[in-house]
């Protein structure tokens, strides 16, 4: 990445519209004349609103939107600690059985229509090329943040610009949905650290057993995730430092990711723990981007409930899912066509010729 | 109904197999090869083992199952003491509504790939006959059930019979996954007063706002229901004295598919209140049929989370909906489809070469 194709993140970050408030209102009054009591969809119709605000427009959408799902891949130095249950290798494996379609991302994506689009953003053993892993590698994995940092801030900003220009393409390339999902084995670490830089929290309550890992692992975990904390001292007011101090590439990749989808005014779908610190980064850097959010599912990490808050999000399911990958993105891109399906065939009171109670 | 064309619900119970715990094992085992972290696809593998304890086989699906959602709509006599916030004409529109595709369920069934099946089991005002709607009416709405019994027990067994039989049928067209749902103004009161008698729960704890009414009303409900209970002392632990008393000819009827549907080894997913509490009276004629249901949602009227502790289910969605027609049942079909799609395609860590922590 030369200097000259990065994007200026902070320029991005202000062109970034609030949603329409007016367009939500006219997708609920639309809603409200369908053969349904007032507001009986709940969620459902609540998502319908948002999509209306994101669009700026109240009323249906013609047909479902085109979706793509963005899976980041990266290594993390602090996977030298210990802190997981997987072998370094795996990122680079999963990557590949990614490309290769065995994942269950792949399977979960193909149920809900969506692309995946697979992405290097650093692994440290990188699969053979192939057409369907984008190569976007900013390093062979982040340094380990428990001796200093784990990326300069300008590799920082490289990743955050990645993000952000493909889902500018994706934009282009006309998809109206984009979900996010991570691999990389040690980043809830990462994740666990920024989430104590953004909300605040100590250690141990935003970090989790990851892929599944026993008490003294655990223990080791929330250790590392202090002393990266104490040794990088990362600011909590400047997110790219936070990222750049305790992050990882995939992180302030999908960060750049949600704030590209937001700028071209797409909504983003997230998955777990890690996209959802990614989405907060990115919310911290650019509050409109907020309204361009659909928490999928609330994961069994400890921090992701945290997260979320601090996000002002709830989850449409919570399915015990921890698996990362953008599964859980996928899973909720079947409601969100189910709920602009709702808001675009259902007949009226009026058309269907129903009584309606509201009217009486 | 002739009486010699209704199914024997006592030998139909007794007919109900126990799912195969071993099936579900083989399965569980199966999905544990696969490539992610042990039961990181949470709730969605307890899916795929139910499902494979349902067929007795442990291994997947070739295919995705046929699906149809069953909609039974009925009139209540209970309505006339103004426990909803519509007419009674609603019922038999909506049936109409149904058949022509304009309602929520047409819309979310059809994202799910499920056909509707719209059984008209007495509604008040009917529509003018349709090919889409089946006439199985058992008479023109119960009677109202704070005067009397709400229908005769030989009306119970009639609609119980009535599901059984449409199940039958269905499973034999191939159908492998049946959902239900419900239309009726004024079921809800009646489900609360089931709700009450299989429970042991007063009342006021089993009894919400249904399609929304206001407190004046909802007080109203309750007493109703308390009534209702005191004139006819139904039987707890006699299933089709209850729905018979205090019942209607849709939730008779819905607790027949159940019936049908778990003796054919067909998986049952249930919508919100009334299609609980119907499976609930199915339960109890047949304990074996619990493991052929799956809960959905967890809709906001008030005795719901009560009726799924009855049947020990957990739902798979918390989406605030109160609308019925089997809208969350067909919602919660796009997880089935996932779950069962995960263990049909996903990549083994052997067949995909990645590095398997549970083997080190």
Known sequence: VTDRELIDIGA??????????????????????????????????????????????????????????????????????????YPQEVTGQMLLNFARGGAAINVLAGQAGARVVVVDMGVAYPPPPRPEIQDRRIG????????GPAMTRAEALAALSTGAALADAL??????????GDMGIGNTTASSALAAVFTGAPPEEVTGRGTGIDDAAFRRKVDVVRRGLTVNRPDPSDAVDALAKVGGFEIAGLAGVVLGAAAARVPVVL???ITSVAALAAVRLAPNASGYLIASHRSVEAGHRLVLQALGKMPLLDLDLRLGEGT???????????ALAIS??????ESAGVSDAAKR
Chains 1, 2 share one sequence.
């Open 171 to 180: 934009a282009c390339d006309g998809v109206g949905l984009i979900g996010i």
């Open 140 to 147: 062979p994995g982040t340094a380990n943040f428990t001796c």
């Open 12 to 85: 991005l970050a202000a062109r970034i519209e609030e949603t329409n408030g007016a367009a939500a209102a006219e997708a609920q009054r639309l809603l409200d004349a369908k053969t349904k009591p007032l507001r009986s969809l709940g969620r459902l119709e609540d998502l319908v609103c948002q999509l209306a605000a994101i669009r700026g427009v109240g009323g249906p959408l013609a047909t479902l939107p085109k979706k793509a799902i963005v899976v980041m891949g990266a290594d993390h130095g602090v996977a030298a600690e210990g802190v997981s249950a």
């Open 271 to 273: 998955d777990g723990f």
């Open 344 to 349: 675009a065939e259902m007949a009226t009171f």
């Open 328 to 338: 859980g993105a996928a899973l909720a891109m079947l409601l969100v066509d189910s």
